[in-house]
């Protein structure tokens, strides 16, 4: 009893050492004590219950292909070579799955990796990959396979193209991954129940060099001018901008501090003590683990500290949040341990994730205020060389009638010697030009 008093006190200065918890509101005591039990952890993934805010996409500039329908056809190939080399090599992050809906929520289920989904227009047709990667066969209207990736033939609106996979759903089965183009971009999309950030790199970037392998060997197809693309049902659009940088681009420290005092500005509370909290997503394990990248990764809750109306220096800043990323890292911080509270709970498994997601129920709003944030800054290093890398994910707070600040997701992804920086959101970032005007200031306002 004495260790657990202990240790939820110490997880309760923790989030008072980030925000302003209120004089005696006794839910956070309530989530300190909780988080403080000595959870047995199961690993059921609960951030994500496979809902339309849990989409994603990755993209690199590309010009227009010359055989649209060969074009199609090469990337559902080299999707599928990709998936079956790259699964298994991400822990608790299977590949070569589709997904499946119900009211105990979302699971995956093994796929063969043979029937993908093309969309044209508004009508979606299943065709059987053939083994020799040079050709589809189109497959019955009644065939009831559940395909692995959707295709979508065309060009779609940037603003909701993190969503492409869905039109291959079939009533509550369907595809997490989806192939597109989008903004002058060729586009993977996910859905994040299935792959974190650099797993979902990792993969555009296979995805993207198996295409380039292939294509040649397919042959030319009909001429087509593909129809518009009919909308996904339940999108969510968002703003998004993003630059390409040269060489490895400003470190996640500087940048989460120049986040901080901007939303700290743009907050609409001058003399807060704190800024709104900040998601900083760090991977479990060791930091010399060559293992740790490729694992789930669990995010710390940071903010910048204000007296009077001026920040406090980077320096302490830095050091503070250091601390909390080893903790995180080492499984022992507040969110991990949150998590590990969530996955242990005898309760059902879409309730869990509806309680830690964007449809949490209202009298959450104040922990999620704090747990959630406004921002997530992700820093992505990925080993191979790449192309510029622009990344689209929902923030967790998206702008309402009565909450029109919403949130934002800034991403970094380079190879050390080039990149991008991607700046998405709703509400503060809700338009293309707001979240430019992000990067501008996220990157005026870093410490060097």
């Not at 059902?348 to 922990?367: E, F, H, T, Y």
């Not at 921002?375 to 967790?396: G, Q, T």
Request: with cysteine; proline share 9%.
């Amino acid at each position: 009893m004495l260790r657990w008093a202990r240790r939820a006190a110490a997880l309760h200065d923790e989030l008072a050492a980030v925000a302003d918890l209120g004089a005696a509101d006794p839910r956070w005591w309530v989530v300190a004590g909780g988080a403080a039990l000595p959870w047995h952890e199961r690993g059921t993934y609960v951030a994500s219950d496979a809902e339309p805010s849990a989409d994603t996409f990755i993209g690199h500039r590309a010009d227009p292909p010359a055989d649209v329908m060969a074009h199609a056809i090469a990337r559902a190939h080299a999707a599928r070579f990709a998936l079956r080399e790259l699964d298994g090599k991400l822990p608790h992050q299977p590949l070569a799955v589709t997904l499946r809906r119900d009211r105990d929520g979302a699971v995956t289920e093994p796929s063969q990796l043979e029937v993908a989904a093309l969309a044209i227009g508004d009508r979606v047709s299943l065709v059987r990959l053939r083994d020799d990667a040079t050709d589809v066969v189109p497959l019955a209207d009644h065939d009831s396979r559940v395909p692995f990736v959707t295709i979508s033939i065309g060009d779609e609106p940037i603003e909701t193209a993190r969503h492409g996979h869905r039109r291959g759903w079939q009533s509550s089965h369907g595809p997490w991954l989806g192939i597109g183009r989008a903004g002058g971009l060729d586009i993977i999309s996910t859905c994040h129940m299935v792959v974190d950030g650099y797993g979902h790199t990792w993969l555009a970037a296979r995805i993207a060099e198996h295409t380039r392998r292939l294509l040649p060997s397919v042959a030319p197809q009909p001429a087509l001018d593909p129809p518009r693309l009919a909308p996904v049902a339940n999108a969510i659009p968002l703003g998004i901008a993003w630059r390409a940088i040269e060489g490895s681009g400003p470190r996640a420290l500087p940048m989460a501090y120049a986040l901080g005092k901007l939303l700290h500005q743009i907050g609409g509370r001058p003399h807060a003590r704190f800024s709104p909290t900040l998601q900083i997503p760090v991977t479990l394990g060791s930091p010399d683990d060559p293992q740790r990248r490729l694992r789930r990764n669990v995010p710390a809750i940071a903010s910048v500290r204000f007296e009077r109306g001026m920040p406090e220096p980077f320096e302490a800043f830095a050091e503070r949040t250091r601390a909390l990323l080893r903790r995180e890292g080492a499984g022992d911080g507040l969110t991990s341990r949150l998590l590990a509270a969530v996955r242990g709970m005898p309760a059902p498994l879409s309730w869990k994730r509806q309680a830690v997601g964007s449809r949490r129920p209202r009298w959450l709003d104040p922990i999620a205020d704090v747990i959630a944030g406004r921002a997530c800054l992700s820093r992505i290093r990925v080993e191979s060389p790449a192309p510029p890398s622009v990344a689209v994910s929902s923030p967790s707070r998206l702008a309402t009638s009565t909450d029109p600040l919403g949130g934002c997701v800034v991403t970094l992804i380079d190879d050390g010697t080039r990149g991008a920086i991607t700046v998405c959101g709703s509400g503060l970032a809700g338009t293309g030009p707001q979240a430019e005007a992000l990067i501008d200031q996220i990157l005026d306002g870093i410490v060097h």
